[in-house]
């Protein structure tokens, strides 16, 4: 079973920067799809980003592209969001998340979650 440890959430003014960090274990990272989710409430659970086993392909939903970044270390078995220009509507639970699948997952194929971390973004 993977376990996920999620960090980095806060709180930060309209244009302001974050980094989130998400550190796997119970698998090798290598063989782990991973991405990440957000959730507000009355919301299904959204995938904003997504990353396969090495890196090299990533994908973004739409209204992230552009502003967020999704990269891996597998070194340090750690997958990362850097969020930039953030906006109010990006206020939300963001969650880590990883899947069995090593190419890009899709979103009904992620199978283990992090607990979750709360970002806000204040005007």
């Known amino acids: 079973q993977v376990q996920l440890v999620e960090s980095g959430g806060g709180s930060v003014r309209t244009g302001g920067s974050l980094k989130l960090s998400c550190a796997a274990s119970?698998?090798?990272?290598?063989?782990?799809?991973l991405g990440w989710f957000r959730q507000t409430p009355g919301k299904e659970r959204e995938l904003i980003a997504g990353?396969?086993?090495?890196?090299?392909?990533?994908n973004y939903a739409e209204s992230v592209k552009g502003r967020f970044t999704i990269s891996r270390d597998n070194a340090k078995s750690t997958v990362y969001l850097q969020m930039n220009s953030l906006k109010p509507e990006d206020t939300a639970v963001y969650y880590c998340?990883?899947?069995?699948?090593?190419?890009?997952?899709?979103?009904?194929?992620?199978?283990?979650w992090g607990q979750g971390t709360q970002v806000t973004v204040s005007s």
């Open positions: 990353i396969n086993w090495s890196g090299r392909n990533t």
């Open positions: 119970g698998r090798p990272f290598n063989n782990l799809g």
């Open positions: 998340a990883a899947s069995m699948v090593l190419a890009l997952p899709l979103d009904y194929e992620y199978d283990y």
